[in-house]
């Protein structure tokens, strides 16, 4: 790394604070309405949990006129109130920086990596600005794994509503297990813990000038982690609520963001994805209790009409996309009436493969292609919400295990078709 | 006698003769220049032909979209041997005006003048077009996403007009650096212009008030479009 990131005022209040061992990150962005708790929490977490090592509250901010790094600094617990069990040892200080770089989520990551560095952290926790959920148990959770069992990278697992995440559990938890063979059930979850080593190794990649530093860290970082062959695992953290991520941004442009990532970290780890087939679990730690869960409703009749609509107007660009038969049978699929449509999961799964393999011959522009599949998720959206309207989470987890297993089922037809020349015809899956 | 025939018979006859050798040996060289431009432009085109295709030129042309066009309108068998058979033809083209020059007439001579000083404008032109092309292209395609995802009804058409637009603008422009009925087209295509968007205009504003309603309200009252849309938590 040549270029330090690190203002020279940072770096006078770091050597004052001296060196630590843990590091809670908040990367943030005009979150003035929820960070206080969110500083609480951490403050609390780390007084209650390591109440004899010395830790630092590190906001990285994307520059918010909101007053979000006035809340920060004013944000304060009363410990007396904590019924704290052990007197601490250290204050828990706290630094409030404005990042460098790319305007992003990423850009603050790379941040809080450095600092780390510099401060000789051997463990580093990073929860979103946005959370209202988050309870002190967190950061022991995320951070107990590294520094008492040796973990690299902690995961979230979350107790979700039945249709909460449906991209997560259409594509990106099911695809990413099926490419690298762990199962990592909330691979873009938000909330991490990251060991030194781990963080210095994301810090000597030269990934901070691209997407990453903008919105892919998530599953950047997931996916380096896994790949690499770090050791991984998840923490139970239960519900989680939190001020919606990103209002200004459509459908489409989540789904580039987020697919386009996974299909983009495709072409860097192919090597790697290549040889696994089947998945294994990661531990999980915690203790996994029932939550009380905010329903999200589905209207259906809206879902459906936008996969009737992609089939039938972005017809020539699916024509490019899928083979033959896929497309006739995404006609056939679109033809139904809303009360008898189920979009199986084989055909759902050779799609999504279609259009990674499209991705990385680059049929067309990368960013059309990512938008265009917005209307056949649309359509996986409706057939899950229809298929899982009357079932309890038990059952809806298992239909998503199903879905997981056919995309490893699935999986040597892609490895199959990578390696297939542009020209080159194509056969059904 | 003698000097009158010499002067009246033989002189012409042989300025005639020397005239002639001259144009027979201005038209040898033509065909030899034109000759020589047929061999240089075969063999240019080979050369072309297999190095753009271990250069992946049809892959770039593919994921730029215009490979398939080509295919579709059955211009060539593919985007490099397109670019091979242009660069045949100007070398062709450039041995013929040569060939031309060679005769030394004053007419072949304005020609060949004339065709140079206009070559560049056609060159132009023809980037022009190509550029035109592609952006209609990706543009319309753009549209077409932007329509379906957006749920608009009439998301073909829309793609339509943008890629018939952006190819109209192409073609205006293409036409003017040509010179061609400059003042008429520009004005013709102002006309053309300015009539569709007025009618737009006025179907919209008869036609979809509610729409231009909602579409106003969601930009400048955010919460109540959030209200409106669905609930769903995608990520």
């Known amino acids: ?429 | 006698m003698n000097r009158f025939w010499q002067q009246a018979v033989l002189s012409p006859l042989r300025e005639l003769g020397q005239q002639a050798i001259s144009s027979l040996s201005s038209l040898m060289g033509m065909l030899i220049l034109v000759l020589l431009g047929l061999v240089v432009g075969w063999l240019a085109k080979e050369l072309v032909y297999r190095g753009l295709r271990l250069l992946r030129f049809d892959r770039l042309c593919d994921r730029l979209g215009v490979g398939p066009e080509i295919e579709r309108l059955g211009v060539a068998r593919s985007c490099s041997y397109l670019a091979a058979q242009v660069v045949q033809g100007i070398i062709i083209l450039t041995a013929l005006l040569a060939g031309l020059n060679a005769m030394r007439s004053p007419w072949t001579q304005n020609l060949v003048e004339r065709v140079f000083l206009y070559l560049p404008h056609v060159l132009a032109a023809l980037v022009i077009l190509v550029v035109g092309a592609l952006a209609s292209r990706f543009l319309g395609r753009s549209a077409l996403i932007a329509a379906v995802n957006a749920r608009m009804p009439s998301a073909r058409l829309l793609s339509a007009l943008t890629r018939f637009f952006v190819m109209t603008l192409a073609v205006v422009a293409a036409l003017d650096e040509l010179g061609i009925g400059r003042t008429t087209i520009i004005v013709a295509f102002a006309i053309l212009f300015g009539g569709l968007v007025t009618a737009g205009a006025i179907a919209f504003g008869l036609a979809a008030r509610d729409l231009a309603r909602d579409l106003l309200q969601s930009q400048f009252r955010p919460g109540a479009k959030q209200e409106a849309e669905n609930t769903l938590r995608h990520l």
Request: neutral net charge.
């Open chain 1, 1 to 429: 790394m040549t270029e330090d990131i690190l203002k020279e005022s940072v770096k006078d209040e770091l050597s004052t604070v001296g060196p630590v061992e843990i590091i809670v990150g908040i990367p943030s962005y005009k979150n003035a309405r929820t960070i206080g708790h969110v500083v609480k929490a951490a403050q609390a977490g780390l007084l209650n949990s390591f109440p004899d090592r010395k830790a630092l509250i590190v906001n990285s901010d994307g520059g918010s006129k909101d007053g979000t790094p006035e809340v920060v600094e004013q944000a304060r617990i009363d410990a007396h109130s904590l019924l704290l069990v052990s007197h601490p040892l250290y204050p828990v200080h706290r630094l409030t920086t404005p990042y460098h770089g790319l305007p992003g989520k990423g850009s603050a990551f790379r941040m809080l990596f450095r600092i780390a560095e510099v401060t000789q952290a051997r463990a580093l926790a990073v929860v979103d600005a946005d959370l209202r959920s988050i309870t002190p148990e967190w950061l022991n959770l995320l951070l107990q794994p590294i520094l008492a069992l040796g973990f690299d990278y902690v995961a979230p697992y979350y107790k979700r509503h039945k249709h909460d995440g449906t991209i997560t559990n259409s594509i990106v938890y099911p695809l990413t297990r099926a490419l690298y063979g762990r199962r990592i059930r909330q691979p873009i979850g938000g909330e991490f813990g990251i060991s030194a080593r781990l963080a210095g190794h994301f810090l000597t990649r030269d990934v901070w000038n691209t997407d990453v530093a903008r919105y892919g860290i998530d599953i950047w970082m997931t996916t380096t982690a896994i790949a690499e062959n770090f050791k991984v695992c998840q923490s139970y953290l239960g519900a989680k609520i939190h001020d919606s991520k990103d209002p200004g941004s459509d459908l489409s442009g989540m789904l580039v963001q987020v697919v386009g990532s996974v299909f983009s970290l495709m072409e860097n780890y192919e090597s790697m994805w290549r040889n696994v087939l089947g998945s294994l679990p990661a531990p999980l730690f915690g203790f996994p209790f029932e939550v009380g869960l905010e329903p999200v409703p589905i209207d259906v009749q809206r879902t459906f009409a936008s996969f009737q609509q992609g089939v039938r107007d972005l017809l020539p660009i699916y024509e490019r996309v899928l083979t033959p038969q896929q497309v006739k049978d995404l006609e056939a699929y679109a033809a139904e009436s809303i009360g008898r449509f189920v979009l199986p999961d084989e055909l759902w799964v050779a799609l999504i493969y279609s259009f990674a393999l499209a991705y990385h011959r680059r049929v067309f522009d990368r960013e059309h292609l990512v938008k265009s599949l917005t209307p056949l998720y649309l359509g996986w959206v409706t057939s899950f919400a229809r298929q899982t309207e009357n079932e309890t989470s038990a059952q809806v987890d298992d239909r998503i295990e199903k879905l997981c297993l056919v995309y490893e089922q699935l999986k040597p037809y892609l490895i199959n078709q990578w390696s297939l020349k542009t020209g080159e015809k194509r056969c059904e899956a």
